[in-house]
Nanobody
């Protein structure tokens, strides 16, 4: 069984920073891509950032320069550092990992950015 457990999130004022962590345990034979998505009320889930097993990163345009994704393969953990947060970043943030060809999702954590 694969478990994907997120931590982080919370309430922050505009311009502030938050850091998410996502730890994967269980049958983690080959973790390929790891990434973060978010879903705001009334909107579809969207990609925030992803990172391949070799460290190649991909960001949504609105997050470039503000968010940084990283991973620690020894700990099976992916991180998301979010800086210069804006009220429009308010959403539930989800971690997704791909093991071989299967996707596993975290439980989601709320991020609220006040103006």
């Amino acid at each position: 069984q694969v478990q994907v457990v997120e931590s982080g999130g919370g309430l922050v004022q505009a311009g502030g920073s938050l850091r998410h962590s996502c730890a994967v345990s269980g049958s983690t034979s080959v973790i390929n891509s790891m990434g973060w998505y978010r879903q705001a009320p009334g909107k579809q889930r969207e990609l925030v950032a992803s990172i391949s097993s070799r460290g190649f990163t991909n960001y949504a345009d609105s997050m470039k320069g503000r968010f940084t994704i990283s991973r620690d393969n020894a700990k099976n953990t992916v991180y998301l550092q979010m800086n210069s947060l804006k009220p429009e970043d308010t959403a539930v943030y989800y971690c997704k990992v791909t093991i071989i060809r299967y996707d596993y999702w975290g439980q989601g954590t709320q991020v609220t950015v006040s103006s």
